[in-house]
């Protein structure tokens, strides 16, 4: 079975702070993607960044960073130095070949000024 | 590109009513999904096309759900008769590409209210 878990329902930080956003997936699947997705108030999802079983490398844009890790089966997002307009729900998601794409139940992120 | 648009963004309706949510994805993409989001089950695949040909609906609640896409720019989302437990916010979403590595735009979605 497929499932992917956030454990952490709400954050909340002061501008400026580090936040890390933690997934945990479960896959026995050996192909795999996985995303992460952020919905901010307006309500719109919005793709951030996808990513392969076959590539663990880190990846940085901006104040985003992503790290894959397959012995632990995470893939968590830290947001550097963050800023209110990065205040919303962010939802990792993995999809293991087919078409139906699953999403974790989401962490919604407060950042205060 | 416009973007997947959904109509209508919000929607109160009584009991019994019939819902009907429309969408129109991005041209050229040959993937549509319908999302439905509540605070109990998160984000849940209802249906998804392809070509406009509907390939898998098992997660459709109930049969008081429909959902059909009559050309590539264009699906509808029926309820009928809605009830109160229906009240979530519909997304829909179309990707160019099937596969595992389709990544998904959502339209703003509809958020449905039964009363």
């Known amino acids: 079975a497929q499932k992917v878990t956030q454990a952490q329902t709400e954050i909340s930080v002061v501008e400026k702070e580090d936040v890390t956003l933690d997934c945990v997936y479960e896959t026995r699947d050996t192909t795999y993607y996985l995303f992460w997705y952020k919905q901010p108030p307006s309500g719109e999802l919005v793709f951030l960044i996808r990513?392969?079983?076959?590539?663990?490398q880190n990846e940085i844009s901006g104040r985003y960073s992503w790290n894959f890790q397959k012995s632990t089966s995470s893939f968590n997002f830290t947001i550097t130095a963050s800023q209110v307009v990065d205040s919303a729900v962010y939802f990792c998601a993995l999809n293991t070949g087919g078409f139906k794409t699953i999403f974790g139940a989401g962490t919604r992120l407060f950042v205060k000024a | 590109d416009a973007g997947v648009i959904q109509s209508p963004r919000h929607e109160v309706t009584e009991m019994g009513q019939e819902v009907t949510l429309r969408c129109k994805p991005i041209s050229g993409h040959d993937y549509l999904f319908w999302y439905r989001q509540t605070m109990m089950r998160g984000l849940e695949l209802l249906i998804y096309f392809n070509n406009n040909v509907p390939i898998d609906d098992s997660g459709m609640p109930e049969d008081r759900f429909s959902a059909k896409m009559p050309n590539a720019s264009f699906s509808t989302l029926k309820i009928q008769p809605s009830e109160p437990r229906d009240s979530a916010v519909y997304f829909c979403?179309?990707?160019?590409?099937?596969?595992?590595?389709?990544?998904?735009?959502f339209g703003a979605g509809s958020r449905l209210t039964v009363l």
């Open positions: 990513r392969n079983s076959f590539d663990e």
């Open positions: 979403a179309s990707s160019p590409t099937g596969g595992g590595a389709n990544v998904l735009t």
